[in-house]
């Protein structure tokens, strides 16, 4: 056993114990595993639409079967229980509930999720429910999607119907997954949907995925009858600087990728320095007189996710500029006024996303959030990494070594275990992704499941990491990788 103040300087230890009632589980979400894209009533979403868009996704890909979850449901139940999750964390499709994301509820949708909770229950599992992960009803989107005001008030009856509907079940209610990712990669660069590419829309679409989280969480308290926990979930960004401009150069994207969030939800204002970096691109007349204090909502946890670090400079507008900021390459920006930034590229090694792997890294930003915000507690709602995976057939049956995987997970657990030790109020680690699944952008050419997923017969083989993470969950002890 390592000694948890000091450790190995790599991070990996074994032997580390977690304390009592910390929730180990796994994550994903409805468009990138379900399938059934227009099975029982399901209208269509921005994915949808985007992914049978010519050239938007890698090899043409679409989500329309993805990982067939809607067809495997009690399998995949079966696999969590084998494996012994605590959580499950998942993400209702708002389509599959109303197709147009307004009007009657669509009831064989809802179905779904019933049978999706109450088998949870059955096996012991805590259902980790979340609103919203990128996947906006294209209705809405036909009308101006997050660019428009009346989606938020939307997303609040949505909230309503399913804290009515669920209310009694759910362990802990997120409302959005990664609002950066909806706002800036689908309305800024164009790499996600919708693919629009203007910093001033993406800029408007942070303030109501913003404002949609506190009138969801206003409607939720009114009508769930259990004690659950509020949350979000926010991908936050580690950002180190480099060269004589690097304070600079941090303080703007940190300004982006997390103050504008952390700003309003857990403050009850904008940062300052942010509305001013983009004044040329907004006013930022979007923000109406007590816009702030619906999103300044308590909540019981924070989500964070984590994957990797981030390295800036200020650019001197000669040498090619780096945009090396872990995402793909599109039309437009995701750092809207941040132009004299560059983004440079990371040591490695590398997943196969191609981004940087530095567990100091979210020991780092656990630390940072507990020290800004000392009562709020945290979990880690994603953590995981993308490899190339082989599916061989031995002796005993059908297995995936994914050592780089399973060492991964080992140097992050124990980041989470140094955080925790350094008084960070943790609460969980979602570990993702329970199974491989449709990657965005990337299609099906990345695998981030500790389950393997055979895209063409749907069979699921547990890959090492996911038995190594078993032991870990049964024991609440890091095991040796």
Known sequence: MTD??????????????????FVFGSATAAYQIEGAFDEDGRGPSIWDTFSHTPGAILNGDTGDKASDHYHHLEEDLDLMQRLGLHAYRFSISWSRIQPTGRGPVNEKGLAFYERLVDGLLERGIRPIATLYHWDLPQALEDEGGWTNRETAYAFAEYARIMGAALGDRIDTWTTLNEPWCSAYLGYGSGAHAPGRTDGAEALTAVHHLNLAHGLAITELRKVVTNDPDFSITLNLHVVRGEGPGGPEAVRQIDGLGNRVFLGPLLKGEYPADVLADTAAITDWSFVRPGDTGI??????????????????????????????????????????????????????????????????????????????????????????????????????????????????????????????????????????????NFEWAYGYSKRFGIVYVDYDTEVRTPKDSALWYAKLVATGIIPAA
Request: glycine letters at 10%; charged letters at 25%.
């Open 4 to 21: 948890s103040r000091q450790g190995n300087p790599d991070y990996r230890d074994s032997g580390l114990e977690f304390p009592a009632g």
């Open 295 to 436: 999103i300044h909502q308590p909540i019981d946890v924070l989500g964070v996710n984590y994957y990797s670090t981030t390295r800036v400079r200020l650019w001197d507008g000669e040498a090619p500029r780096q945009s090396a900021d872990g995402h793909k390459d599109a039309a437009g920006s995701p750092w809207p006024g941040a132009d004299r930034v560059e983004f440079v590229q990371q040591a490695g090694p590398y997943t196969d996303m191609g981004w940087n792997i530095e567990p100091a890294g979210l020991e780092e930003l656990l630390v940072s959030l507990s020290e800004e915000f000392p009562d709020q507690p945290l979990m880690i709602t994603e953590n995981g990494a993308a490899f190339p995976d082989t599916l061989v057939q031995e002796a005993d049956g059908p297995a995936v070594h994914d050592p780089l995987r399973t060492d991964y997970l080992q140097r992050h657990f124990t980041a989470a275990h140094r955080a925790l030790a350094r008084g960070v109020d943790l609460r969980g680690y979602q570990v993702w992704s329970f199974m491989d």
